[in-house]
């Protein structure tokens, strides 16, 4: 992969926050909201992260999965790239691509094991061949870069040396991929996010570092708000919302 993010197709492939959640026409016809388009995405990457959770894959091959996804919808719609045979694939091309490779007849398994809704079942096959439709929505570019990447030298950087907070920030990080943060701005902008909302919560004063760093504090601190303002909403997002998007996908426009 890539080395130099200011080089790489990640930072040329970022979106503007408006080209993000922009409902495809074919969605559109099928009364799919700009809610729903959310909800979906957020319903296939909690799906991604519980499927990659039983087969014990780790942390940074799920971040990449969940960006796959998020980026194909930013193309595709959700009428013609079924999400949750979208999902599980993005899983599988980000094992290969971060080098941890898991085999599609485990991931068949487990997705059966998982779920028993007929419309989570499928199989090597399907797999197979919705590989090859993610990876030309892609575009072919499978470079992700990540916020894991810089988070323990920021950490170090600015003198935090608390497990507490250390483990705080990292749960954050995690949790911006339940949004689509990774598609919109520089991974390290939304590290230094995570550090600012912890640091904050821990009521550690950092503000010197912060201000010593080369970087605009006020899109750290909309990027911050925007993850306080998805926890504040989280609780909105139900079981039952999720169905009801699914349904309006099943309809004929």
């Not at 992969?1 to 200011?6: G, P, R």
């Not at 490779?101 to 079942?121: G, P, Q, T």
């Amino acid at each position: 992969m890539a080395s130099n993010f200011w080089t790489s197709t990640h930072y040329k492939e970022l979106k503007d926050p408006e080209e993000v959640n922009v409902v495809h026409p074919l969605d559109a016809q099928r009364g799919i909201s700009v809610e729903d388009f959310r909800l979906i995405k957020l319903h296939m990457s909690n799906y991604i992260s519980k499927l990659a959770q039983n087969i014990k894959i780790r942390q940074r091959v799920i971040a990449t999965a969940v960006t796959y996804m998020r980026r194909v919808y930013t193309r595709k719609s959700l009428s013609e790239y079924e999400p949750r045979l979208v999902a599980p694939t993005c899983l599988y091309l980000a094992c290969k691509a971060e080098e941890s490779v898991v085999h599609a007849k485990l991931l068949v398994f487990y997705m059966k094991k998982l779920y028993a809704d007929e419309k989570f079942r499928y199989e090597i096959k399907d797999i197979l061949e919705m590989e090859m439709k993610v990876l030309e929505a892609l575009n072919f570019y499978l470079v992700v870069f990540h916020p894991y990447r810089s988070l323990p030298e920021f950490l170090q950087d600015s003198g935090i040396n608390d497990t507490s907070m250390t483990h705080l920030t990292w749960g954050l990080v995690n949790d911006t991929y339940r949004m689509d943060l990774i598609l919109i701005h520089p991974p390290f902008l939304i590290t230094l996010a995570c550090i600012y909302i912890a640091s904050v919560h821990k009521e550690k004063d950092i503000r010197t570092w912060f201000e010593e760093l080369s970087v605009d504090m006020n899109i750290v601190k909309n990027i911050a708000m925007e993850i306080l303002d998805f926890y504040e909403n989280h609780r909105l997002f139900t079981e039952e919302r999720v169905h009801a998007a699914f349904n309006k996908l099943a309809t004929n426009p």
